[in-house]
């Protein structure tokens, strides 16, 4: 079973930054691709980064030149590092990991962008 444990969500004015951490319970390495989804109220889930196992890197528009995913190997880590936050990018953050055959999901976290 493979646990995924996020943390650094919050609120923060518009403009400024928060980093997300998501620690994984199994080697980095097991996982095609690590990464973000968003979910805002009445609104689908969205992708917002992912970084695969070969270390290349997927963002959605929104996220291009304002958010980088990153990981720590050694420590089964992926980060989203947000800059110039809006307040439409209030939502719920999930992490998640895919495997060839499943994909495991963060509990998610309350990212609030206050205007």
């Known amino acids: 079973q493979v646990q995924l444990v996020e943390s650094g969500g919050g609120l923060v004015q518009a403009g400024g930054s928060l980093g997300l951490s998501c620690a994984g319970s199994?080697?980095?390495?097991?996982?095609?691709?690590m990464g973000w989804y968003r979910q805002a109220p009445g609104k689908q889930r969205e992708l917002v980064a992912d970084?695969?196992?070969?270390?290349?890197?997927n963002y959605a528009d929104f996220a291009k030149g304002r958010f980088t995913i990153s990981r720590d190997n050694a420590k089964n880590t992926v980060y989203l590092q947000m800059n110039s936050l809006k307040p439409e990018d209030t939502a719920v953050y999930y992490c998640y990991a895919r495997t060839v055959v499943s994909t495991y999901w963060g509990q998610g976290m309350q990212v609030t962008v206050s205007s």
């Open positions: 970084i695969r196992s070969g270390g290349s890197t």
């Open positions: 199994k080697s980095i390495f097991l996982f095609n691709a």
